[in-house]
């Protein structure tokens, strides 16, 4: 019988275990970590957390007070979303109680933080607070002050609260939240979604600097009135970019569609997608980050 060496088998055990732990570190290190913001009255918090969790990613839920209080709190981060909602009742205007609080408090981490090459996903209010932040479609202060005044979102041509689904073509091959050149389905709830720029000369600047995201369009692509342009935007603009295509703002709800079910015509639809069109900007912004950050 071989004789055998406790020490030896002990040193082992060591060595497997501390390789062990290094290999959970490793990979608790490469989870992207995704900053869900709260603020009262947002409500669609839940579900942009559920479906980065669905793309891979960590995310987690914090009131924007805790964040003012310790700035740093952005740094553990990777990717920074601002949920859909009514964000403190969308008193005054749609987003623009908390975009302040951005601009008074947070503009200069927000800056660092994209400059460092993280992402940001606004969706619905957060879209509205994006812009009224002047983050979208401009990211240095210099911007943010002109951008501010030039381009807002306001109420809904049609004036009442659309609920619908609705196409969305992509307009731009820079953004990495976008796959180029494929249509996609989404639901939209807003009250505010009407895009409205200063002048022709700022609507130009936003189609000749690849602004535009998303532009709302029928099922055969083509650009119509309502209700395919549900809220009477400009250039039937869904959805807006930033120049580093890291900051992606859109009306439309992609959290609510990270299921086939939660198609309305679920039961009858032929797609060979095997996935729901919402999944799309919550993997690649995942997968962004796992390549390049």
């Not at 914090?62 to 553990?76: C, G, P, R, S």
């Not at 809904?156 to 389905?185: H, M």
């Not at 209700?227 to 703002?249: K, Y």
């Amino acid at each position: 019988m071989a004789e055998v060496n406790p020490v030896r088998n002990s040193t082992t055990g060591h060595l497997k275990k501390v390789c062990n732990n290094m290999t959970q570190n490793r990979q608790i290190s490469n989870v992207v970590k995704v900053l869900i913001l709260r603020a009262a009255g947002i409500n669609c918090d839940l579900e942009t957390q559920h479906a980065f969790e669905l793309a891979g990613a960590k995310a987690e839920r914090i009131h924007i007070n805790k964040i003012i209080e310790n700035k740093q709190l952005l740094e553990q981060f990777q990717i920074l979303a601002f949920p859909g909602g009514f964000s403190y009742g969308d008193d005054v205007a749609a987003g623009k109680i908390l975009a302040n609080q951005i601009v008074h408090h947070l503009y200069e981490p927000l800056q660092k933080f994209i400059e460092s090459g993280k992402l940001v996903l606004g969706i619905c209010n957060g879209f509205q607070v994006l812009v009224k932040a002047g983050l979208l479609p401009g990211t240095t202060s210099n911007e943010q002050q002109a951008t501010s005044n030039e381009i807002t979102i306001t109420n809904n041509d049609s004036g009442k609260f659309e609920d619908r689904w609705v196409y969305l073509a992509p307009q731009t091959d820079k953004c990495v939240f976008i796959e180029p050149g494929k249509q996609i389905y989404l639901p939209i709830a807003h009250g505010e979604g009407k895009v409205v720029t200063k002048d022709d000369a700022t609507l130009e600047k936003l189609k000749t600097e690849n602004h535009i995201a998303f532009k709302y369009v029928d099922e055969n692509s083509n650009e119509c009135d309502y209700p395919a342009n549900p809220n009477g935007s400009v250039e039937s603009i869904a959805g807006l970019t930033d120049s580093t295509g890291r900051v992606l703002g859109l009306m439309p709800h992609p959290e609510r569609f990270v299921r086939l079910t939660q198609h309305p015509r679920w039961s009858r639809c032929k797609s060979k997608d095997k996935t729901a069109d919402g999944m799309g900007i919550f993997h690649n912004a995942v997968r962004f980050v796992q390549k390049n950050l």
